[in-house]
């Protein structure tokens, strides 16, 4: 079965500094989101991403975070000026839209340390 | 603002016998729910979903969840426990007129011999 793939799995950086973190969702897939898991805590919500564009974000996704789809296949997470507060782990997720409306297909993660 | 709440961060069974995993939704319209498993370094994988109709709801693995309005539940079930059950549980939310997913704090199921 088809699977969505995140690069890097791991990535340390340094406060300050700029990451992103890259997808590749089920081709066909029409909707796209990124969530995050800081340790031993809820998996939250951060943005989804539809047609070219963001559809809803939450108040965590503030101006130190964008997404982008450059190439109709790649799906980008940056975060421009990385907080202690932002190591977590990323998962990336998929949904076609139609037929198996509504199924999130998930990514295994990128797990972002911040020093 | 609209939550999902797992009761029990760890829950524990013996290998057969019967695994319960409770969910319950906030929401004045039911949503739609879902139920995911994550084994250690994967992703989240789709158990079953409930969006309309019947309200016991099949999945893979030999799991199943009944949706009860009246009650606000979604819980997770399993006749008999297997040691590869062992994994982390998550019960999600989409609520209607959204496209974001709320997400319970997990449970974690370990499967004792």
């Known amino acids: 079965e088809p699977e969505v793939t995140q690069t890097p799995s791991h990535q340390v950086t340094q406060m300050g500094q700029e990451v992103i973190l890259r997808c590749v969702p089920i081709?066909?897939?029409?909707?796209f989101y990124w969530y995050r898991q800081i340790l031993g805590q809820k998996v939250e919500f951060l943005v989804s991403?539809?047609?070219?564009?963001?559809?809803?974000k939450s108040e965590i996704f503030d101006d130190q975070f964008s997404v982008e789809r450059p190439d109709g296949s790649n799906f980008t997470l940056k975060i421009r000026s990385t907080k202690l507060e932002d190591s977590a782990m990323y998962f990336c997720?998929?949904?076609?839209?139609?037929?198996?409306?509504?199924?999130?297909?998930f990514g295994e993660g990128s797990r972002l340390t911040v020093l | 603002a609209q939550s999902v709440t797992q009761l029990g961060s760890h829950v524990s069974v013996s290998e057969g016998a019967l695994v319960l995993l409770r969910c319950n939704y906030s929401?004045?319209?039911?949503?739609?729910l879902f139920w995911y498993v994550q084994y250690p370094n994967q992703g989240l994988q789709l158990l079953l979903k409930?969006?309309?109709?019947?309200?016991l709801v099949k999945g893979i693995n030999g799991f199943e969840a009944e949706f009860k309005k009246s009650e606000t539940s979604f819980h997770l079930t399993k006749p008999s426990a297997h040691m590869s059950d062992a994994a982390e549980y998550f019960c999600a939310s989409k609520p209607t007129g959204t496209y974001k997913y709320i997400f319970g704090t997990g449970t974690r199921l370990k499967v004792l011999a």
């Open positions: 997720a998929s949904n076609p839209g139609q037929g198996r409306l509504w199924e999130l297909f």
């Open positions: 409930y969006t309309t109709g019947a309200t």
């Open positions: 929401s004045s319209v039911p949503p739609y």
């Open positions: 991403f539809y047609n070219n564009e963001i559809s809803e």
């Open positions: 081709s066909n897939h029409l909707y």
